[in-house]
Nanobody
Framework: QVQLVESGGGLVQPGGSLKLSCAAS????????MRWYRQAPGKQRDLVAT???????YYADSVKGRFTISRDNAKNTVYLQLNSLNPEDTAVYYC?????????WGQGTQVTVSS
């Protein structure tokens, strides 16, 4: 059974930082591209960052220079470091594992940026 479990969300003040984690099980993690998406209330789910199996990384323009995606294949875990947070970053953040026709999602973790 495939599971993706996100953690690390919470309430943070503007300008603050958080580090999200997504632990995967039931897949051959190192072969998967891993992605972080986010969905704010009333909005569509948007791609935030991608890290490929070869560790190439891609970011949405809105988070470039502030967010960093990384992976630890030994721990079957992908991370998203969120820095310089602002209220527009408030959303549920979802982890996604993709390989060929396989596509798995986590349950999401809430990030709220507010003073």
């Amino acid at each position: 059974q495939v599971q993706l479990v996100e953690s690390g969300g919470g309430l943070v003040q503007p300008g603050g930082s958080l580090k999200l984690s997504c632990a995967a099980s039931g897949i051959n993690f190192s072969f998967y591209a891993m992605r972080w998406y986010r969905q704010a209330p009333g909005k569509q789910r948007d791609l935030v960052a991608t890290i490929t199996s070869g560790r190439s990384t891609y970011y949405a323009d809105s988070v470039k220079g502030r967010f960093t995606i990384s992976r630890d294949n030994a721990k079957n875990t992908v991370y998203l470091q969120l820095n310089s947070l602002n209220p527009e970053d408030t959303a549920v953040y979802y982890c996604n594992a993709v390989r060929e026709r396989y596509d798995y999602w986590g349950q999401g973790t809430q990030v709220t940026v507010s003073s």
